[in-house]
């Protein structure tokens, strides 16, 4: 079986278990970005074990830390959480988030420069330590596919035909999403290597059906966020896309990427939301046990090893 790069080394993956595709566990924001918002100051090592922990007790086993060089990864943090809850599997990422977040020097330096960045933290380790990346990130605006959009995504698309390891990107309100399948296949990227996140932030069947027939996955993480539209209208696409066949491609995950959705940082709907309230929820519309055993488990599995 193909293995999957943890922070701690390679596992199986038939140790995945369950798997929470997309989260932000603790990274250092830009500082122009947290004067602009300072509900990005996600960087508390022992309030970010403790969540982590709620998450892990409701059965949670891997999770994605998404944040990616230009939101402030930080590995020396994200360490001494996983080294506070040692009994789950944290898969880190390189590559860049948006255009918006990007500093000067990203678009100043050569295509080629921060290819080779990026394949370092895949071959050799991250920021001088021999701790891994095994997930690709790239991005786009939204509604935009411009130049600075399509920079990131051709990264992705080198990055990925280099090492194997799968694309996750980001989507901006969950548009764009199509184009960008689009134009990492055109970049030699296979579909079925690429996982959009944040779609239901655009709750969109017609779109979603779309984007599923060219084989990539789709990320929905945004349960409980209420802010961006109740689950109502999530979970009544979620429920189309598996009765038209596409279960076997939906990933999820939270993207708690704030202090304020926390509750170790006095906000909610907390770590664990997912596990303990929104598959509850999911069951109770009549989704099958085996459609959310994909989503949670095989999808993930299938997404990050390749199928093997
Ligand atoms: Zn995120």
Partial sequence: MAKVMTIRGEVTGDELGIVDYHEHLCFDAPGWLLREDRDFRLNDVEKSAAELR???QAGGKTLIEMSAIDFGRNIHKVKQVVERVP????????????????DRWVWETDEAELVKRCIRDIAEGIDGTDMKAGVMKGGSGYNTFNAYDKKLMRIAATVHNETGVPIITHTEAGTMGFEQVDYLASNGV????????????????????????????????CPGKVKYGPDELRNNVLKRLIDAGFGKQILLG???????????????????????????????????????????????????TDGE
């Fill in 54 to 56: 709620t998450w892990a």
């Fill in 190 to 221: 296979e579909p079925r290597r690429v996982c959009l996140s944040h779609l239901d932030r655009n709750p969109d069947f017609w779109e979603h059906r779309r984007i599923a027939e060219t084989g990539a996955y789709l990320g929905y993480d």
């Fill in 87 to 102: 009994d789950v599997h944290i898969i880190v990422i390189t590559g860049f988030n948006k255009p918006y977040f990007c």
């Fill in 254 to 304: 939270n993207d708690l990427g704030r202090p304020s959705y926390w509750r170790s940082y006095g906000g909610g709907p907390g770590l664990d939301f997912v596990l303990t309230k929104f598959i509850p929820r999911l069951r109770d519309e009549g989704v099958s046990e085996r459609a959310i055993e994909d989503m949670l488990v095989h999808n993930p599995c299938r997404f990050l």
